[in-house]
């Protein structure tokens, strides 16, 4: 066991305990560098891997040096401010105290400090703004604090190693602001343990460690006489922590594959929206509740924006106030086109879907990822601003039940047992909500809602096609996947969680 430390130790740990077996297995680093010819670098960084092996302990004694700043020097050098001040009064007997500056010499900053010196050391009496030296004043001895300052002139003094007269006269002067400075000074001690002990009766050779391999010692074979260091293959190393990509955009991406791999094409749409492309060519009233401020991000600028061809908002207007040719009553209202051209944030990203369809033609499938933004209380499960994965197929065959189909892949892929309930959506009709089983609660928890696209959405897309539609929130299902309470967590960039947090996703239970 011995002999295994020995082999695994550094040349320079040898040398540093070679040094402390000549000084009686106990020194100071700056004595073991001046034996062994090292830097005061090396000699800690060995004694530092030497301690952490138990070999040595390193004893640390800690040492505040007490030395004069500018201003300190100067009234070392000029006395204390009340001293001149003394001088004066010890001829004049009495001053005013708008005279002192000038008579004394010192700054008039620094008058009103020097009077109250001289009324606490009794030296003066203060009366109507005259000063006047007092008995005590007459025979003033030199002060604890002026031979303090005296001896700080000649050397810096250790504030652990000062005598009574000093300690007082320390404490005065630390009473004034910026004439002494303390710095502290580390001391160390190395001290051969035990094990040291029994290392060093065994024996320690110094002999050149070879830390690199020539060519020409390769080549001649010289390589195999060699000496080289054992190395401890469970010695402790530094934890690292390699870059990851955030559990959020994990999540994205995850859900991003999925759909790529299951023949959908992505789009993306602005953030930036206009009130036509959120709500009213997706057949919701501008009456609806969704649409008041306290649910909906308006922009002030710019406030308006520009409606789309005047065909489709001339189709758009007619499904809302009498169906158009969809053969539904409408909403009865009278559209207007004002409202449609106000500038929000967006609240879902359905808006992609419609802009899609007005672009694309079916047979087609899309979908999207996507924040989007709501006038929502910051909670432990709301945020004003949240992600949704958005998408729709378009076919003369699709139906309601294709539609479940896609969402029951969707989840099963994600790992989750999902279950659909009738729902009511302004655009949709059938329309339905997702909910997936959480085993360790034995609940169910809703993640978004789906249905086939209303004739009052399409006809004015000029869609003649079924068009299953559904958008589904994501943080919520980050939070279960990650095992979080608050969503919160998912922005608040908490570098200790990050670090802890797998690669991949782990699910906490066996996927269904």
Known sequence: MLDRIKEEMHL?????????????????PEKVLELQGLTIKAVMSAAGSLASKNIIEVHKDVEEVISLSNDGEAYAQEGLPERRILNVLKQDKSIHMKDLSSKSGIE????KIAIGW????????LDKG??????????????SDEKFLTELIRQELILQKLSPDFQEGYGLLKQRKGLLKVNKKPNYTLEVTSLGKELLEGGIKIREEATQITHDQLKSGRWMNLHYRAYDINAEHPESFAGKTHPLQRT???IRRIFLNLGFTESRGTILESAFWN?????????????????????????DTLLPHEDLVKKVKRAHEDGGETGSEGWKYQWDPDVARQSVLRTHTTCVSARFLNENKPPLKMFSVGK???????????????HQVEGIVADKSINFRNLLGILKEFYHQLGFQVRFRPAYFPYTYLSTECEIYLPEKESWIELGGAG??????????GVDTPVAAFGLGIERLAMIRLGIKDIRMLYQSDIGWLRELAVTHRLEWEEI
């Open 12 to 28: 320079y740990e040898k040398k540093v305990l070679k040094a402390l077996e000549s000084e009686g297995r106990k020194s100071t």
């Open 108 to 111: 008039p900053s620094e008058v």
């Open 118 to 125: 001289l009324l606490r050391k009794g030296w003066a009496t």
């Open 130 to 143: 005259e000063v006047t030296i007092s008995s005590s004043g007459e025979a003033a001895p030199e002060g």
């Open 252 to 254: 994205i991406e995850e």
């Open 279 to 303: 709500f009213d060519c997706l057949f919701q009233p501008q009456d609806h509740a969704a649409r008041e401020m306290q649910d909906t991000f308006y922009i002030r600028t710019p406030q």
């Open 372 to 386: 989007v933004f709501r006038r929502e209380t910051i909670t432990y499960k709301h945020l004003p601003e949240f």
């Open 452 to 461: 086939m696209f209303r004739p009052e959405v399409l006809e004015p897309l």
